[in-house]
């Protein structure tokens, strides 16, 4: 069993029972005499797991019939081409919110598939904030959000009302709050968050939105192709798919995503608390975009934060290093972090404080 506090970005802190019925599956699955990495993906026995996950994501994200559930693989990087691939190729242009850096990512690959258009940026205040004021054209074939923005902090709390097809990156807050999935045509997030082990990634994308497509596109790239035989045209990421089940079995078992966005809601207001208490931190996103996934701040001073990573480290704190390119802090609070983990935390980010006075 793990034993630190792990508030790593992702891939992230699974359920303790979840790790614990994932190793029994490797090492014998169910009755079965065989481990859950080498049984057929083509057995009755994995067909009734991918066909289970499905359900599930279904009934947890209250997705309509007229939405297919995929499982892909490539990561939601992946994504960030094949999108454009199928949806801008052949129309005048896309659009996009610039909000950090996986933002970012996707609009470079878009732009090889055609013209894109950056509907607003928080680039002017360092993607603090999330933009909420922006003119949309007509005529583009759809709108790119990115709904939490990991590195930066930020999170879209008012999706907009569009009259074009709205696409999200969803990859770090999905199945931590309600959503209505009809707000969107087509939602993508890589696994390794909220969901399961890395290695698949999440599309829960409207039908009439695939159709839409009207060019020839390579069968791994194409949606329809992976709708058709149930995400399994190729071999499908096994080992992912199954630890997301029992994920998505134990996220049922807590209350589901209501449940869990209560909790969540919690953690992330008692570690803000802290933040915008204490004398000697100070959080980095503007506050009404705060994420309740991601939270970040930095010491004012940014000579102490080796010391207080050292400080935190020393005591079982692991993942709260900001990403590489941004510096100071960067706390997650994913689905299965427990309410204990953000209380000893802050404990201990006042103990620091103290000693610092
Ligand atoms: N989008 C967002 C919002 C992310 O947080 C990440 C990764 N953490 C990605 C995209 C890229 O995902 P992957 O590593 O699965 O390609």
């Known amino acids: 069993m793990t034993t630190k506090h792990n508030f790593g970005a992702g891939p992230c802190i699974l359920p303790p029972s979840v790790m614990e019925q994932a190793a029994k599956a490797v090492i014998n699955w169910g009755d079965s005499g065989l481990s859950i990495l080498e049984i057929s993906h083509r057995s009755a026995e994995f067909e009734s797991v991918i066909l289970k996950t499905q359900l599930l994501v279904r009934e947890l994200l209250n997705v309509p019939e007229n939405y297919s559930v995929l499982f ?9 081409s094949m999108i454009p691939l199928n949806f801008l190729v052949g129309k005048q242009k896309a659009a996009y919110l610039d909000t950090g850096y996986f933002a970012q990512k996707a609009i470079k690959e878009a732009t090889l598939f055609g013209e894109v258009t950056i509907v607003a940026s928080s680039g002017d205040k360092g993607y603090a904030y999330v933009p909420d004021n922006y003119n949309l054209e007509k005529d583009v074939a759809y709108l790119h959000l990115t709904s939490n923005n990991t590195i930066e902090g930020t ?3 008012d999706f907009p009302n569009s009259s074009v097809p709205v696409v999200c990156d969803m990859s770090s807050d999905i199945f931590s709050r309600k959503i209505n999935v009809r707000d969107f045509d087509f939602i993508y997030a890589g696994a390794q968050k909220n969901m399961g082990p890395a290695g698949m990634t999440l599309v829960i994308a409207k039908n009439s939105f695939l159709e839409t497509v009207g060019h020839p596109v390579p069968a791994m790239s194409d949606y329809r192709i992976f709708r058709d035989n149930q995400s399994m045209y190729n ?5 992912s798919i199954y630890v997301s089940m029992l994920n998505l079995i134990w996220l049922k078992s807590v209350g589901g995503v209501e449940g869990i966005e209560a909790v969540n809601k919690k953690k992330a207001e008692l570690l803000y608390r802290e933040i915008d208490r204490s004398p000697i931190f100070t959080g980095t996103a503007n506050v009404a975009h705060r994420s309740r996934m991601n939270v970040t701040f930095r010491t004012n001073d940014q000579l102490t934060e080796p010391e207080f990573l050292k400080f935190a480290t020393d005591r079982g704190i692991v993942g709260i290093k900001g990403y590489r390119t941004v510096g100071g802090f960067r706390v997650s609070l994913y689905n299965a972090l427990p309410l204990s983990s953000v209380e000893f935390l802050v404990q201990v980010m006042y103990e620091f404080a103290e000693l610092k006075k």
Request: no cysteine.
């Open 72 to 80: 892909l693989q490539g990561g939601a990087s992946t994504q960030f």
């Open 155 to 157: 999170e879209i709390f």
């Open 235 to 239: 071999t499908p990421p096994v080992f």
